[in-house]
Antibody, heavy 119, light 111 residues
Framework: EVQLVESGGGLVQPGRSLKLSCAASGFTFSDYAMAWVRQAPKKGLEWVATIIYDGSSTYYRDSVKGRFTISRDNAKSTLYLQMDSLRSEDTATYYC????????????WGQGVMVTVSS | DIVLTQSPVLAVSLGQRATISCRASQSVSISSINLMHWYQQKPGQQPKLLIYRASNLASGIPARFSGSGSGTDFTLTIDPVQADDIAAYYCQQSRESPLYTFGAGTKLELK
């Protein structure tokens, strides 16, 4: 059974940093790209970043470029999201998600972790 | 960026058909492959994949869910609607993969 378990969320002040983790199990982690998708309170879904299977390429939405870094440790089957220079508009539930093998859709999702950016 | 437009709310009666639409600002189809996908999200839960590539049922999804469309206009149909289907539904395009976009969601409510 595929499982994605996020951790590392919490309350952080504007301008500070936070690092999220996503522990994966139930599939060969190193065979798949991985992604982060977020959802602000009472809002819709927003793709944040994607990393390819071996970590050699990464992609970001414009609003987080230069502030967020997606990375992975295939030996630990773990995905990360380093979030720097956080803003109030980054407040959201962050989901770890697995893109399908053809990068079409997100076939598995974690339960999400809440990040609140506030002074 | 491709913008996906959904109606915010759809009210439906149990046992009736629900038709949820999603319109893209430009075509999301390539050589007859329709790169539009649908998710269901219940309050407090993560999204769940329902339909991929416009019309393919994801694993474990009941046959009362179906999808159709091509180019810029897509539809998710639930027939008949059951109480367990009350949720938010999102479309998502992968035409510009890996730069994905989602629609703002349609909240399915009981009439």
């Amino acid at each position: 059974e595929v499982q994605l378990v996020e951790s590392g969320g919490g309350l952080v002040q504007p301008g500070r940093s936070l690092k999220l983790s996503c522990a994966a199990s139930g599939f060969t982690f190193s065979d798949y790209a991985m992604a982060w998708v977020r959802q602000a309170p009472k809002k819709g879904l927003e793709w944040v970043a994607t990393i390819i299977y071996d970590g050699s390429s990464t992609y970001y939405r414009d609003s987080v470029k230069g502030r967020f870094t997606i990375s992975r440790d295939n030996a630990k089957s773990t995905l990360y999201l380093q979030m720097d220079s956080l803003r109030s508009e980054d407040t959201a539930t962050y989901y770890c998600a697995r893109p399908s093998s053809d990068w079409d859709n997100f076939d598995y999702w974690g339960q999400g972790v809440m990040v609140t950016v506030s002074s | 960026d491709i913008v996906l437009t959904q109606s915010p709310v759809l009210a439906v009666s149990l046992g009736q058909r629900a038709t949820i639409s999603c319109r893209a600002s430009q075509s999301v189809s390539i050589s007859s492959i329709n790169l539009m996908h649908w998710y269901q999200q219940k309050p407090g839960q993560q999204p769940k994949l329902l339909i991929y590539r416009a019309s393919n049922l994801a694993s474990g999804i009941p046959a009362r869910f179906s999808g159709s469309g091509s180019g810029t206009d897509f539809t998710l149909t639930i027939d008949p609607v059951q109480a367990d289907d009350i949720a938010a539904y999102y479309c998502q395009q992968s035409r510009e993969s890996p730069l994905y976009t989602f629609g703002a969601g349609t909240k399915l409510e009981l009439k």
